[in-house]
């Protein structure tokens, strides 16, 4: 996810067992300009350093054929374990650019993107996965379609988010409109939007029959979930979860690595936001405090809130998770 499943956050998922992490989104045209500083920045995007120490996969965003390629190429000659394309973003200044769920309007044009990926990454030995949306809006869901067509053109894995791009994040995700899109193709789908819990992926596979599902804002502030979800699902052993100075430490190095991976001011700025995430997880004297969390800047007076806010937390079980908003579907 753009802006929050950078090098730190991945690294701590990894930590708690993930056995491939998923760069941001990086724009393709930004990865392959002549410009240095902006192509630094797409590549640093793409951590390909192995800082994770897990095999990354890399999402590329664009709207041309040509410049998706050679982006594709550049980053399976860096060691990218897979390229996913996004044909899911609703931003409108991605959108707008053509890129992301916009692709899913012109199917043809979408297919030559997907050929010209596949056709870079192939000879190189990675594959390529897709994510995408049910369709544009409500009369163009158009997901099998694409997704059929996509795999014959040699996409190995397809991400189905249970909304229209005119829903953006409204309302329900839709489990079972991603059930179409499992029929039309034989390579394994992975069904997303709004799973929280253990409850909410087995709704989920039940009711879009997918083989995977992916976890998006419910890991913010919980870099731990996937774990607990894995587990809830008999995939992994069960993670050990911190409590109070485990929790505490492990919050404050996270802290600590966005200080050093941006520099201590876009640092202290992007961790807000995690901080603020961590409390909505964690409730009690954690939440309480939130609104300071949100304001920390400096790094010494953010470290002692840290260790004050935090002293009394402990992490929920996964399940626990399901008495979210979206407890009522997953009973129903
Ligand atoms: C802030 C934000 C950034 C996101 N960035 C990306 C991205 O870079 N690539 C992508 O495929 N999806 C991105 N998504 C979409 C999520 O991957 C996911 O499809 C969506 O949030 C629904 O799943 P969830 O309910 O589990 O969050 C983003 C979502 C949010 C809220």
Known sequence: MAGITDVPFRRLVARFGAGLVVSEMVASGEMVTTRPSARAEARARADLGGETGVPVAVQL??????????AAALVADMGAAAIDINMGCPARKVTGGASGAALMRDPDHALR?????????????????????????????????????????GVAMITVHGRTRMQFYGGQADWAAIAPVVAAVPVPVVANGDIRCGASARAARAQSGAAAVMVGRGACGAPWRLAQIAHAQGHAPAPVLPRGAELVDLIGEHYEDM??????????????????WYAETLGGTALARRAELLRADDPAATRALIASAFAEAAVAPSDAASQAPDAGRVAA
Do not use: C
């Open 113 to 153: 993107l997907i050929e010209a990926v596949v056709g870079a990454a192939a000879p190189r030995g990675v594959p390529v996965t897709l994510k995408m949306r049910l369709g544009w809006d409500d009369d163009s869901r158009n997901a099998p379609l694409i997704a059929a067509r996509a795999v014959a053109a």
């Open 259 to 276: 200080l050093s991976h941006y520099g201590t001011k876009v640092g202290a700025r992007v961790a807000r936001k995690h901080l603020g």
């Open 61 to 70: 965003a664009g709207r041309e054929a040509a410049p998706m390629a050679a």
